[in-house]
């Protein structure tokens, strides 16, 4: 996956189409190294058509008592990014109708704990 680029921060409205876990290692990692860890993703669906969205570990959003649902409407902002020829957006911030959740700081690093990143 390439780096998030910083000048393509974009933010995106829709509603949860489809929410699941991804291996980690599908998406890649910083050091480029595979991981078996699972994060969070889903499909967003856009008044421009469907995008992918990459969230966190699913512990992270478990610690800070945040659940998103199909068929919630949400607001992400993050980072476009490519991975082959999929591109996707890497989410540094979620919102639902009554929270939001911070998953990453301003250089798209993960707020999360690197134990949420180990392979189990």
Not at 30 to 35: A, I, L, Q, T
Not at 57 to 63: E, G, Q
Request: with cysteine.
């Amino acid at each position: 996956m390439s780096d998030p680029d910083r000048r393509k921060e974009t933010t995106i409205e829709g509603r949860v189409e489809i929410l699941g876990d991804f291996p980690r290692g599908k998406f890649g990692d910083r050091n480029g190294m595979k991981r078996c860890v699972k994060h969070s993703g889903l499909f967003l669906k856009t008044k421009n058509g469907r995008i992918v969205i990459h969230l966190g570990p699913t512990a992270y959003f478990l610690r800070h008592n945040f659940q998103i649902k199909v068929g919630d409407s949400i607001k992400v902002k993050g980072f476009q990014v490519v991975d082959g020829e999929m591109a996707l957006v890497q989410a540094s911030e979620v919102k639902t109708r009554n929270k939001k959740l911070k998953l990453r700081d301003k250089n798209g690093l993960p707020l999360w704990p690197a134990s949420l990143d180990r392979t189990h």
